[in-house]
């Protein structure tokens, strides 16, 4: 295997080095996902994350605060990820009938069958990633290591 990139010559990397590979997965992960899912659904892994995150929420809404607590990101990220998925009718945003001031995002019915679509792609595509690579008991452990490493911070996983 050619090494185009040696980030780690010369490093004391015991902390640095299962980082940065962690890095390079996500990117991986994040460009082949998301360009197979792009072409068969029209959206992008971190918009299915998104429709996911409102999903499996109590009574399927979440504000866009709650949202951006979940994904890690800013509430105007959520907002500027949530405008193309409501002029494409897949979520929609729903006022709250105490307070005016705050609205959840929610999926229609067409973002709920799309999503059901992409779950499945999803699946699939995550079992062809880590299959060749990791048997049944390395899967539950690494996620299991994942999920030590970022319970410790704000947002709940999927």
């Known amino acids: 295997m050619k090494v185009y990139c040696n980030y780690n010559a010369g490093m004391d990397n015991s902390f640095s ?31 299915v994350m998104l429709m996911l995150y409102v999903k499996n929420a109590p009574a399927s809404k979440l504000s866009r605060i709650e949202l951006a ?3 890690c990101v800013s509430a105007s990220t959520v907002t500027r990820a949530t405008r193309p998925l409501e002029k494409i009718g897949l979520t ?6 105490r307070d005016a001031r ?11 069958k799309l999503l059901r679509h992409a779950e499945k792609s999803l699946e699939q595509l ?14 539950a452990q690494f996620a299991q ?12 996983p999927l």
């Not at 360009?35 to 659904?41: C, S, V």
């Not at 995550?126 to 899967?139: G, H, I, M, V």
């Open 17 to 47: 080095l299962p980082i940065l590979r962690t890095l390079r997965a996500s990117a991986l992960i994040d460009e082949k996902f998301t360009g197979a899912l792009a072409a068969l659904h029209g959206v992008s892994l971190r918009e």
């Open 145 to 156: 290591i994942l999920s030590t490493l970022t319970s410790q911070f704000p947002g709940e």
């Open 126 to 139: 995550s079992r062809e990633f880590l299959s060749p690579s990791l048997a049944e008991e390395e899967r």
């Open 69 to 71: 607590k979940r994904l």
């Open 92 to 97: 929609a945003s729903q006022a709250d009938s």
């Open 102 to 112: 705050l609205s959840y995002v929610v999926l229609t019915s067409a973002g709920s």
